[in-house]
Nanobody, 124 residues
């Protein structure tokens, strides 16, 4: 069973920052396109940001552009999401995911492996 392990979630005040990490041990991390999704209970999981296997290309949801940064360290097999200027509407469970496609992958059904999720709560 493949495990992605997220960390870095928590409670922060509006305007603050958090950095999420996702470790993907035991696989050739550099061969996977990666993404961060978020989900509110009762709603569909939505793509927040995605990055290709080499780290040169990225995608962001419109509401996150200019505030969130997705990055990866292939030497450490770790994906990151730097979240700045957080808003209460960013409160969600955040999931990292790995796709066997090396490009920027936009659709959840094209991701093969998922983490367990980490809660981010932004207080007003």
């Amino acid at each position: 069973q493949v495990h992605l392990v997220e960390s870095g979630g928590g409670v922060v005040q509006a305007g603050g920052s958090l950095r999420l990490s996702c470790a993907f041990p035991g696989r050739t991390f550099r061969n996977f396109g990666m993404g961060w999704f978020r989900q509110t209970p009762g709603k569909e999981r939505e793509l927040a940001a995605a990055i290709d296997s080499g780290g040169g290309f990225t995608y962001y949801a419109d509401s996150l552009k200019g505030r969130f940064i997705i990055s990866r360290d292939n030497a450490k097999s770790t994906l990151y999401l730097q979240m700045n200027m957080l808003k209460p509407e960013d409160t969600d469970v955040y999931y990292c995911a790995a796709s066997k496609y090396t490009i920027v992958v936009l659709h959840a059904n094209q991701y093969n492996y998922w983490g367990q999720g980490t809660q981010v709560t932004v207080s007003s």
